[in-house]
């Protein structure tokens, strides 16, 4: 006989005629799932899984909106302040000030 694997099967297959070896083939089931050590097990890693990709794409998003809010050129124009000289007109056209007011007002405003 041959000195290699037991029928192709690696290592593993060496213990099948054993005592032990389903011993170690459970072993290496409850291993392979998560049962020693971790106490997780396949659901809470999938849960897991879909609740750090969610947060990565929300995260993005928030990038994406934060950045692309205020660029020029998307419709939205920032209010501008409103200097004196607008508030005067504003009055002038509700009727509060006359005209000779707004004038007297307009070149005292624009001179200084």
């Known amino acids: 006989m041959a000195a290699g694997p037991a029928h192709g099967r690696g290592d593993a297959g060496k213990f099948v005629g054993r005592p032990f070896g389903r011993l170690m083939r459970e ?22 899984m879909l609740v750090f990709w969610a947060l990565i794409i929300v995260a993005f998003a928030a990038l994406v909106r934060g950045f692309g809010s205020g660029r020029a050129g998307d419709g939205e124009t ?4 409103r200097t004196p000289l607008d508030i005067l007109g504003e009055r002038y056209a509700r009727g509060e000030i006359d005209k000779t007011e707004f004038e007297q ?8």
């Open 27 to 48: 072993k290496e089931n409850q291993m392979m799932w998560g049962y020693d050590g971790f106490g997780f097990g396949g659901g809470a890693m999938g849960i897991g």
């Open 105 to 112: 007002k307009h070149r005292d405003l624009s001179a200084g």
């Open 78 to 81: 920032a209010p501008r302040a």
